[in-house]
């Protein structure tokens, strides 16, 4: 039998986006609605394997129900522009899995779904309908079921005529004269004012209609009652007719469009990887003879048993295999050497254990052109091989060149430049489980050809980078960062073992006293992660006022609990129990699982190649997510310990750069004035947004422009700033345009870098570091508006992650030069991390901050803090 899904589009994205916290992507994309979309859709394709499928999307405001009701939908609120940015990937989804959506004018998503159930329905197939709308219930038949999302998006309550009838002793039809009685206050549909749901059923228990109602009303017993149904009599007819479903849309599809079957997987993939939804690509099909390769270019790979003086000439191209992520520690399946005198393979035991091989690569003169800089310098580093005079990086040039590509494997990179060379990793190797070395032949083979396309893209690749002025950005800055990246992830940073056990230790007593404090105050035994459990427990045994309900009862969310902060003392103490929880499974545990035996060490990668705005991350453990705004988290800093006795750990962080940095390319005489006089930034903007003196301004006025400082650097809406502040969307927009007059060269400057990318086609940082924009001239209002608010803050965190790893460059050359055995350990944000010897720390001290705050010169003075102490929880 044919089985054709429906999907309300906008209904499950709004459900998605308000279910998931306000998540991003590393290229500043808002992605929850789009995630949480994504999920419901795996789980329908996985589940119910459509073979017929379409999501009906609303067209625009006005529908033909405003000319019945001018006032229909009228309540409801802008939608944020956090999620409206994400409408056009959830259709992009769409078309990467071949899905038919649809939408008509003046006709909303519900209709198009009621249109197309209805002639389903006819042709003898299974119809199931997915919303989050309860509206949806009135379509239900014994051929139609409707699905409606409740905690998440993924759970979802199923209705046919049974669960309907058990749920409101009424029928499918009555729901639209459920509606009708008692209005809908989500599509502003007025009902009859002081009829609710219950009262609304015992009536259509007993008349049926509301015509059937409005005309019994003299034996409806209650004064009150028959007054309000005599005088909103017309309301209630028009409130019946807004809720019904129009079932005759022009929809020009014939239900056969709409089959659903094979896609291409590849598409999905590329989907997944440009929003970074990695953890979804093991929920697609193997791709296995899904793809086409195309006939790869001959090339000759001589396999050698001794490495000869015409294998390690200057420059060679040079790769040494290793395989997967974690580099650290892993086996080097075999190098490949490519130069003016041909293309090279040896086995690894050969070349690590040759001498001339050793001396070539620590010897800098000698150039090498890589692929991948950092990882090269650290899996030789764990063969005690020293790598130096490393002269180019494809990744790091390809990276450069438009960090906005999804995909930067050597396979890719040569494909787009018209080189059909090498083969993609997976197809050599396989994936997961099934992932093998092949023989040496195949072996030698693709890596040969890895070093070969190293060799054959150089010049092309440093032409454009000179033709983009970016020359300079890839020598002087990202090159040689590559190398201290190298050398900073293979030191790794001592952790105390004992120390994260015992606070894991400790973590967990509290959790268990916690536990007991909680059961007590609420007088009962309950799991208090379970949110049904927790929510019965607060609102009903407790009677705690609910904030907010869900299909399965009451919402137990962070954002609901902190609402009724001070309402009960059992709040706060559920807050703590929670975030102790992930505390202690994310972090104690997270990390224990990360220390090197053999070093004792966390060795944690820096991703150099990932972020649009050129921001390092860090993976396995992500270092830069530990949280700090718990002291239990802080905590967590003091298991990162010297390596050496007596030595110390220093920190040094950039005070306020991204404002400066603001300041600088705006130009704005405030900010400008507040930096170059030390003021407290936060301060004086209370000042100017709230026109008073400094001696006036209370810590709401501060907390309030703190939140706007850093909010106007990521392009923060209405909708942000009232969140992170809890004030309405209203009184966002005014204090953002209260903050833009009071500094009006911050306007300028909003106003102007967007139109200089609109004609430039990208936007630069002060070094040169590109991000481009083509959605600048979308006609779609949603992309358009969200390239716009990229074009803003990208220069400004761009710029600052330039600044940084400029001081981190600097600092390695001066402990270099200056013959110091302080090492600096990691870099997290706008922190860099060291460990000094006691006799170095003066030095130091002065050192640090010295090459941190000249590391580029702005108009006004950059600042970094210094702290020591035993600990890097102590340094700060």
């Known amino acids: 039998m044919k089985k054709l899904i429906l999907i309300d589009g906008n209904s499950i994205a709004y459900r998605a986006f308000f279910a998931l916290p306000l998540l991003s992507n590393d290229k500043g994309i808002y992605t929850n609605a789009v995630y949480g979309f994504t999920t419901m859709l795996l789980k329908i394709l996985e589940d119910d394997k459509p073979t017929h499928l379409l999501v009906a999307f609303d067209a625009g405001k006005s529908t033909f129900r405003h000319k019945t009701y001018s006032e229909y939908k009228g309540t409801r609120q802008k939608t944020p522009p956090e999620l409206s940015e994400q409408l056009p990937f959830i259709r992009e989804l769409l078309d990467s899995y071949g899905i038919k959506r649809y939408e008509a004018k003046e006709y909303e998503a519900d209709d198009i779904i009621g249109t197309l159930a209805a002639r389903a329905e006819q042709d003898g197939w299974q119809v199931k309908v997915i919303s989050g709308d309860k509206d949806l219930l009135q379509l239900v038949t014994d051929k139609v079921e409707v699905y409606l999302t409740r905690k998440g998006i993924t759970n979802m309550d199923h209705y046919d005529l049974k669960a309907i009838d058990e749920k409101y002793g009424i029928s499918a039809e009555q729901i639209i004269d459920l509606k009708g009685l008692m209005g809908d206050s989500s599509d502003n549909i007025p009902g009859v004012p002081g009829i609710g749901e219950k009262t609304a059923l015992k009536l259509l228990k007993e008349y049926g209609t509301v015509e059937k109602v409005l005309d019994s009303v003299d034996s409806i017993s209650g004064k009150k009652m028959k007054e309000r149904l005599i005088e909103n009599r017309e309301q209630a007819i028009i409130s019946k007719k807004l809720a019904t479903i129009f079932k005759e849309v022009p929809v020009d599809v014939k239900l056969e469009d709409l089959a659903f079957g094979d896609y291409d997987v590849q598409k999905v993939s590329s989907f997944f990887k440009d929003l970074d939804f990695t953890s979804l690509l093991n929920r697609l099909p193997d791709e296995e003879g899904n793809t086409q390769t195309e006939e790869l270019s001959k090339i000759d790979v001589t396999i050698v048993d001794e490495i000869q003086d015409e294998h390690i ?52 003169t000698k150039k090498k052109w890589v692929f991948d800089a950092k990882r090269t310098v650290v899996a030789l580093g764990w063969q005690d091989i020293v790598l130096e005079g490393v002269e180019f990086d494809l990744l790091i040039a390809s990276y450069l060149l438009d960090p906005s590509v999804s995909s930067h494997q050597m396979s890719e990179i040569a494909r787009r430049k018209g080189l059909s060379i090498v083969e993609e ?35 092309d690749i440093e032409k454009e980078l000179e033709k983009n002025d970016q020359s300079s950005l890839f020598f002087e800055l990202e090159m040689p960062l590559s190398i201290v990246l190298g050398r900073m992830e293979t030191a790794g940073i001592k952790v105390d ?14 959790l268990k006293d916690l536990e007991k404090t909680i059961h007590e105050k609420a007088e009962t035994e309950f799991n208090i992660n379970s949110p049904k459990q927790l929510g019965e427990v607060l609102f009903e045994k407790m009677g705690l006022p609910p904030v907010k309900k869900t299909k399965t009862g009451y919402s137990t969310s962070a954002d609901v609990l902190e609402k009724l902060a001070g309402k009960h003392e059992i709040i706060e103490h559920i807050l703590l129990y929670r975030q102790l929880g992930k505390l202690y499974s994310t972090y104690i545990e997270g990390l224990l699982k990360v220390v090197e035996e053999s070093t004792g060490r966390i060795h944690t990668r820096y991703n150099q190649a990932l972020t649009q705005t050129g ?28 390596s050496e006795e007596k030595w110390s750990i220093l920190a040094a962080d950039y005070s306020q750069i991204e404002l400066r940095v603001l300041a600088h390319i705006s130009e704005d005489d405030g900010l400008m004035e507040a930096f170059k006089n030390d003021m407290d930034i936060h301060t004086k903007t209370a000042m100017d947004v709230f026109h008073v003196k400094e001696s006036e301004v209370t810590s709401n006025m501060r907390r309030s422009s703190k939140a706007v400082n850093f909010g106007i650097v990521y392009g923060i809406s209405d909708y942000g700033l009232s969140q992170s502040l809890d004030i309405t969307r209203k009184e966002a927009a005014e204090f953002i345009e209260r903050y833009l007059e009071s500094y009006p060269k911050v306007k300028d400057y909003m106003h102007d870098v967007v139109e200089k990318a609109r004609e430039d086609g990208y936007v630069s940082t002060l070094l040169q570091r590109r991000r481009y924009l083509p959605e600048l001239t979308s006609r779609n209002f949603n992309l358009r508006s969200f390239a716009e608010r990229t074009a803003m803050n990208t220069p400004i965190q761009g710029t600052a992650a ?55 010169e702005l108009n006004v003075p950059l600042k970094a803090d210094v702290s020591v102490g035993e600990t890097w929880y102590e340094a700060k």
């Open 615 to 642: 921001r390092l991350s860090s993976t396995d453990p992500n270092l830069q997510n530990i949280p700090i705004r718990l002291e239990e988290g802080r905590k967590i800093r003091k298991a990162f310990i010297p």
């Open 313 to 364: 000439v200057s420059p060679t191209a040079f790769v040494a295999e290793v395989l997967g992520e974690h580099y650290h520690h892993a086996p080097i399946e075999g190098f490949a050497l490519s130069n003016e005198n041909g293309t090279f393979f040896v086995p690894t035991e050969i070349a690590v254990q040759s001498e001339r091989f050793v001396e070539w690569a620590k010897d800098e």
């Open 802 to 856: 330039d600044i940084i790893k400029k001081a981190m460059i600097d600092m390695a050359d001066r402990l270099e030069t200056e013959n110091l055995k302080s090492r600096m350990l990691l870099s997290v944000h706008d922190e860099l991390i060291f460990e000094v010897p006691e006799d170095e720390l003066d030095l130091m001290q002065k050192l640090v901050p010295e090459v941190m705050e000249a590391a580029i």
């Open 497 to 510: 073992k004992q120390q994260l056990e015992q606070m894991g230790e400790d973590l967990s007593n509290r």
């Open 425 to 459: 990793d997976e197809a050599v190797y396989g994936k997961g489980a099934k992932q093998r070395i092949p023989d040496e032949e195949q072996l030698s083979d693709h890596l040969g050809r890895k070093a070969a396309a190293v060799y054959s893209l150089k010049a």
